[in-house]
């Protein structure tokens, strides 16, 4: 999405400042050199580019990420470590300068309040662009919290904001429910990735309808442009295991016993193709699956562009997963998927996707009775299916785009004048 987001939005204005959101600025720079970072730690919104960074855009993500992750795991261990401390230290600093801590900042902010960098970043900017995601739910209200807050400062300040190819709940904690119906409602355009649920709850929520489109995901596009004329021969799988979707021992079991015989069966060739590397999430629970099979494909590295990953699932036949932008992914390409689903963030991503393509997808819960069996059964019916519904899941897909492309257009008009100077943001 942010590969996307961003190759749009420099061809709309080649001249304009970029700036990404992100704990990792050499990171961000590595993958995509011509954009600038905004941090918590930086020392001033849009400044210059440090060294590091700079170096960090010329030798790229494959040498960049082993150091950036090794040193953000060593952060995440100290605090971890000395927490307890730090927050003594905390309140006591906040005590001396008379500064507020994140409880006692008022009832209009929920959640920790935004750095003043990033309130500066976001004042100083001709537009702000939510990234597309499903993290205004239940299931990820840090998150949300802090988008909320960086709508609703934005607004303050009379700066545009749109939301792109977004996963809209489930929503029903009452005070995040709350926060969003006094923020969202003044966001200048949203537009949502699914119509299953997303659009009537942003319209329970006070959102005005003209202001609310659907558009598909907008990952779509990149993975739509490396299709290939005829099926592959691959059982792309990816399963994640997490405390947002988690996966029971037993179904674990149940998974690997059927994709390995599958694969046998069909003549396929396994293929591990992981999303989210966070904490190794989706390469932790899949290649257990693999290890072992006899001719199944290496894992790509963790530090590949989204093109490999599209590249790699282009290979594939079929698709097994419980990864959202797996589906997405394989869909785009003509690709039938058969996904695994364990909560109910995911049966909204998951049945909103399956229903956005209308065919090819089927979706099983991981707690239904006989799951192996429900499970082989559908990947042999995928199997079978995918060279006739290739072509019309296609069609979905770039039905899909341009309706992406349009709600881009919408949101270039709010910035009125194109930013096109080098102090233009």
Not at 60 to 80: D, E, H, I, N, T
Not at 111 to 121: K, N, Q
Not at 302 to 318: D, L
Not at 336 to 359: C, I, N, R, T, W
């Amino acid at each position: 999405m942010l590969d996307v987001t961003l190759r749009r939005l420099r061809d709309r204005w080649p001249a304009a400042r970029l700036a990404v959101m992100t704990d990792s600025p050499s990171l961000l720079r590595s993958y995509f050199p011509d954009c600038e970072a905004v941090t918590h730690f930086a020392d001033e919104a849009w400044g210059t580019p440090t060294v590091a960074e700079r170096l960090a855009a010329r030798v790229g993500p494959r040498f960049v990420g082993p150091v950036v992750m090794a040193w953000l795991r060593s952060k995440v261990f100290v605090r971890q470590k000395y927490k307890g401390a730090v927050r003594k230290a905390a309140r006591a600093w906040r005590r001396i300068v008379g500064r507020p801590g994140p409880a006692e900042q008022g009832a209009s902010a929920v959640g920790p309040r935004l750095p003043d960098v990033v309130l500066s970043a976001a004042r100083h900017s001709s537009l702000v662009v939510v990234l597309g995601g499903g993290y205004v739910t239940d299931a990820d209200a840090a998150q949300a919290n802090r988008v909320f807050n960086l709508v609703e400062y934005s607004r303050e300040h009379d700066v545009p904001v749109v939301m792109v190819g977004q996963g809209i709940g489930p929503l029903e904690d009452p005070l995040l429910r709350a926060r969003a119906a006094e923020v969202l409602p003044r966001v200048n355009l949203i537009a949502v990735r699914e119509r299953r649920g997303g659009p009537a709850l942003l319209e329970a929520l006070g959102v005005p309808a003209d202001r609310v489109v659907i558009t598909g995901d907008d990952a779509i596009e990149l993975p739509y442009g490396l299709r290939r004329d005829t099926p592959g021969n691959d059982l792309g799988v990816c399963i994640r295991d997490t405390t947002y979707a988690p996966i029971p021992t037993s179904a674990r079991q149940a998974i690997s016993t059927s994709v390995r015989a599958a694969a046998g069966d069909l003549g396929l060739r396994l293929s591990p193709i992981f999303i989210a590397e966070f904490r190794s999430q989706d390469r932790r629970s899949t290649m257990p699956i693999v290890r072992g099979v006899k001719g199944a494909r290496r894992p790509l590295g963790r530090y590949v562009a989204p093109r490999a990953i599209a590249e790699r699932v282009s290979g594939c036949r079929v698709v097994v997963t419980s990864a959202y932008h797996l589906g997405v992914f394989a869909l785009s390409q003509g690709i039938p998927v058969v996904a695994l689903s364990s909560s109910k963030y995911y049966d909204d991503k998951l049945f909103g996707l399956a229903d956005m393509f209308g065919e090819g997808m089927r979706v099983i819960n991981v707690g239904d009775d006989g799951l192996a069996a429900r499970l082989d059964d559908a990947i042999h019916a995928a199997h079978a299916e995918a060279p006739e519904i290739r072509h019309a899941l296609r069609e979905r897909a770039a039905a899909q785009i341009q309706s992406s492309l349009a709600a881009f257009e919408r949101a270039y008009e709010f910035v009125g004048s194109a930013p096109e100077g080098p102090h233009s943001r």
